[in-house]
């Protein structure tokens, strides 16, 4: 199976990989969450080459208009109104002991994980078979069934995700008590500011 691969399909399966990998680790690893965000449309635009490399095209549609179009949209929107962009000034006061050794616990959960699925089968960037029910398209099978059979609990999806978005915007508009290192560090700020216009 190996030896049917051509060439353009090999670098193109490489380069989409290497930058799905990279878009992924930026999103974990980059402390802007507005950088994240772009990392994650890094990383569904590098997905999305891969369904064409495969023959999925619905599927590629559908993970730019919907992934990367419609989601991180509303990521940003949402870490744009909440105002998370902006740097925190309080300092954590107490750090949970566990959570190193919790993490490292897991970390090598992962990469047993990983070495285990690493005998099994691979994706070769060949490109799959897309066949046909009855005379009739996957995509039109696929459009019939999410609009029809099934448009109940895909509207109910949206709703839910609508609320949840309504849920978090309400929780981090309550107004919190200010504890006395707060005001102070809110003080110095304005007296930076006050400084720095004059």
Request: no cysteine.
């Amino acid at each position: 199976m190996i030896a049917t691969i051509t060439t353009p399909d090999l670098v193109t399966f490489i380069a989409a990989a290497l930058a799905a990998l990279v878009g992924a680790i930026g999103v974990v690893t980059l402390r802007h969450p507005i950088h994240a965000a772009l990392m994650l449309v890094m990383t569904f635009f590098a997905i999305a080459v891969l369904f064409v490399e495969q023959g999925a095209q619905f599927l590629a549609a559908v993970q730019v208009i919907v992934y990367a179009g419609a989601i991180v949209v509303l990521f940003l929107f949402v870490i744009m109104l909440l105002g998370v962009d902006k740097r925190d000034a309080i300092v954590p006061k107490d750090t949970v002991s566990w959570q190193l050794p919790l993490g490292l616990l897991v970390a090598v959960a992962i990469l047993i994980e990983l070495s285990v699925l690493t005998k099994g089968v691979w994706a070769t960037g060949t490109h799959s078979v897309t066949s046909s029910i009855n005379g009739v398209s996957n995509i039109a099978v696929l459009a019939r069934a999410v609009f029809s059979t099934y448009l109940l609990p895909f509207e109910a999806t949206s709703v839910l995700l609508i609320i949840a978005v309504l849920g978090a915007v309400v929780l981090a508009r309550i107004p919190r008590a200010s504890t006395e290192e707060e005001i102070a560090l809110e003080k110095e700020s304005d007296v930076k500011e006050e400084v720095e216009q004059k």
